[in-house]
């Protein structure tokens, strides 16, 4: 274990102790990646922390997959369902087996993927992979079983729905896509997650389709046999049939006008100002979506003349962070702010605009710019420290790009970004027929308005 001088030496180092942006390499972990035949993809990483597992399971499928009208929501709906078991294993006697050998799992969703995480210990590999590829090729369940799971969907939308960030988020995407399915949530249309129970029948037609070797990496971490874990896999997954149906994912139209909408909150709640512009898809090739990294802490982050202001100076807003998320089509970028006085929503709103503003006509001091690279860079170097953690961030970038070697390149385009790289981007995003502002307060009124 490193000593906590060492790890403030790593910090005091520059960049070029990792090696030059062409040959340095921020994930350092050595793996195996393999494709069987059936178009499984398989990620091995023998980690070197001992005795513990993680098994990552993504499924490139989320809310963007859910192309047909009336029918969204079913890929969340399948994290729920994938733990009603099977015949070999229904429900019971898998949770039984997992508790038995101590191993923790759960499952998440977003809009570009499904991933299903188990953690246990190194001896109970083949026990893992076994019980995960059963329920990924042999899920069973009953109408009724389905009608119960989505009234179960439908009470987690209800208490969703009960959290201001949530709402905002569902108005937001709602407002700013017209076309791509990145209109509705993860959850869904509430229209469509009523009339769920009515579609058992396009369920099973959904997991047919998705739930197939081709959409599917395995991830498995930890202290393992890479030849051991490639056999196991083969054993167990290598049977498992191709699919044939790829999604017709529409493509959103240009924006052509700033959006607005507010939402009144039917409940006493801080205020919130929310703003957004349409941003660029991930790449670990073009500079785009890494310039939006790179703003999102140089502009709004803890340590940003913005967040000084009003957070801390002014004390106008008790809550202040960004959403720049990776997708795999383009998204929205913004920037939320929860404003003690619902007086002040108008001034909070423009300074966040004037910020932006400042983006478009100004480049980025040339240090600030280079510490936020390095702070980005050391925190995700040293954020690898268990194998948990390592499956984890693996498993969500296989999800955008079914390469480990995405870390690298993208951390070479962090490497390389400028200032006028910086700007650049700024002037080619954050445009008035881009933005998308959202307010929330205890009222009807808009920003605060008298």
């Not at 605009?353 to 050391?378: G, I, M």
């Not at 870390?407 to 080619?428: C, F, G, H």
Request: overall charge neutral; glycine content about 4%; proline content about 6%.
């Amino acid at each position: 274990m490193m000593r906590h001088w060492t790890w403030l030496l790593l910090l005091l180092l520059p960049l070029s102790a990792f090696g030059s942006a062409k040959d340095s390499k921020i994930f350092p972990y050595k793996y195996v990646k393999k494709t069987l035949p059936n178009g499984l993809t398989v990620v091995a990483v023998p980690t070197g922390f001992p005795d513990i597992v993680a098994c990552y399971i993504v499924v490139r499928t989320g809310s963007r997959n859910e192309v047909e009208p009336g029918k969204s929501g079913f890929a969340h709906f399948f994290e729920h369902m994938m733990f009603r078991g099977t015949e070999k294993f229904p429900s019971e006697k898998y949770d039984a087996i997992l508790k038995n050998i101590g191993a923790d799992n759960n499952a998440n969703t977003s809009d570009d993927r499904t991933i299903y995480h188990t953690t246990f210990s190194r001896e109970d590999l083949e026990t893992v992979l076994m019980l995960e590829a059963d329920r990924f090729q042999n899920l069973k369940y009953s109408k009724a079983d389905f009608q119960t799971e989505a009234k179960a969907v439908l009470g987690e939308y209800n208490k969703n729905a009960a959290n201001p960030i949530r709402k905002i988020i569902e108005v937001m995407r709602d407002a700013a896509f017209q076309k791509h399915t990145y209109k509705h949530t993860t959850m869904g249309f509430l229209r469509d997650i009523e009339d769920m129970p009515n579609q058992y029948e396009y369920s099973l037609k959904f997991f047919d389709r998705y739930y197939r070797p081709e959409y599917t990496t395995i991830v498995v971490a930890g202290d393992i046999d890479t030849g051991q874990v490639m056999q196991l896999v083969k054993k167990y997954w290598g049977r498992w049939q191709r699919g044939s149906y790829a999604p017709d994912i529409p493509k959103e139209p240009p924006q052509t006008q700033p959006i607005r909408k507010h939402v009144a909150w039917p409940n006493p709640t801080l205020p919130w100002v929310v703003v957004g512009y349409k941003g660029p898809a991930f790449s670990d090739e073009k500079k785009d979506m890494a310039a939006m990294d790179i703003i999102s802490q140089i502009a709004f982050g803890e340590a940003s003349p913005l967040y000084r202001k009003l957070v801390i100076e002014e004390q106008k807003v008790d809550q202040f962070f960004t959403w720049f998320p990776d997708r795999k089509d383009p998204y929205i970028n913004s920037v939320f702010a929860r404003v003690k006085n619902p007086k002040d929503m108008p001034y909070v709103e423009n300074e966040i605009l004037k910020t932006f503003e400042q983006l478009r006509n100004e480049k980025v001091d040339a240090k600030r710019l280079e510490a936020v690279k390095s702070n980005l860079k050391y925190s995700f170097a040293l954020s690898m420290d268990n194998s948990e953690t390592i499956a984890n961030i693996l498993a969500n970038y296989l999800a955008l790009k079914n390469d480990p070697e995405v870390i690298n390149r993208l951390y070479r385009v962090y490497d390389s970004l400028t200032p006028e790289d910086i700007q650049q981007m700024a002037q080619k995003y954050f445009t008035e027929n881009n933005r998308i502002i959202v307010t929330l307060s205890h009222d009807a009124k808009k920003g605060g308005e008298q």
